[in-house]
């Protein structure tokens, strides 16, 4: 952000080889410990792991305070000289551990998730940070002006791929909100298919495009598989492909003696 800023292709070139070969380390750390560790994973419901899988515009929102705030901390001596570390661990590094990690578990959709999360915070700290360098004074308007075409020609590097953020971003999370109301419908429909005298309870919902997983657990057996993928093909508008699993639940009362 500094060398976008300031004019200094040299700088910019350093910096921007470091970043892509610390990103392909960490990505290849998390992708050989899991391997090392031999650690399984469950990629759908691990929190570390979801909560990163599905970036959304307010992530971006964070990013740039992240990026702010290091900047600040690199322009003013008397504020910690660690919270740019901090930024960084914080906004970048886990997301690339997450991206080594559902890759080698061959998840491609999270990996993209999260790849998608990492480059918008990588752009948010770079462009928040270049500004606060301006606003601050470290690198004075003189400068930033007799630079103007060095500046220009980095910065729109940098927009091309914030444009591009950005519209990943909007997208996926449009797709957030088609899954979270598909599960809901889905939800409903297996309400309705059970029905209301029925002693199964619903575990897990989950409905990503054409997939939906439905856990239950209760007695004996639930009711035809075929009935409820038909329901929700029709309450979905689309072919869906069921995997329905169930939990055998078996229940004990035992009173004390009087």
């Not at 050989?32 to 691990?46: F, K, P, S």
């Not at 551990?97 to 998730?113: F, H, K, N, P, Y």
Request: glycine share 10%; no cysteine; aromatic share 4%.
């Amino acid at each position: 952000g500094l060398a976008l800023v300031a004019g200094w292709p040299n700088r910019l070139g350093r910096s921007t080889l470091i970043v892509v070969a610390g990103s392909v380390l960490a990505i290849a750390t998390g992708w050989l410990l899991t391997i090392v560790t031999d650690v399984a994973v469950d990629l759908e419901t691990n929190s570390q792991i979801v909560s990163r899988s599905s970036p959304g515009p307010l992530d971006l929102v964070i990013a740039v305070g992240a990026g702010a705030a290091g900047a600040y901390a690199l322009s003013r001596s008397e504020v910690s000289s660690s919270l740019p570390g901090v930024a960084v661990a914080i906004a970048l590094v886990p997301p690339l551990s997450v991206v080594g990690v559902t890759l080698q578990g061959e998840d491609w959709r999270q990996a993209s998730g999260t790849l998608l999360l990492f480059l918008t915070n990588l752009v948010a700290i770079i462009l928040a940070g270049g500004a606060v360098f301006v606003l601050t004074g470290v690198v004075p308007l003189r400068r930033f002006a007799d630079h103007q075409h060095r500046v220009r020609t980095a910065f729109v590097a940098v927009a091309a791929l914030a444009v591009v953020v950005v519209g990943g971003l909007v997208i996926n999370g449009r797709q957030i909100t088609a899954d979270a109301r598909d599960v809901e419908l889905t939800r409903t429909e297996v309400a309705e298919w059970l029905g209301d005298d029925s002693e199964f309870g619903v575990v897990t919902v989950d409905v990503v495009e054409g997939d939906v997983l439905v856990v239950l657990t209760g007695p004996g057996r639930p009711p035809s598989a075929d009935v409820l993928v038909a329901d929700l093909a029709e309450r979905l508008g689309r072919d869906v492909e069921l995997d329905l699993q169930w939990v055998p639940r078996e229940r004990t009362v035992v009173t004390s003696p009087g």
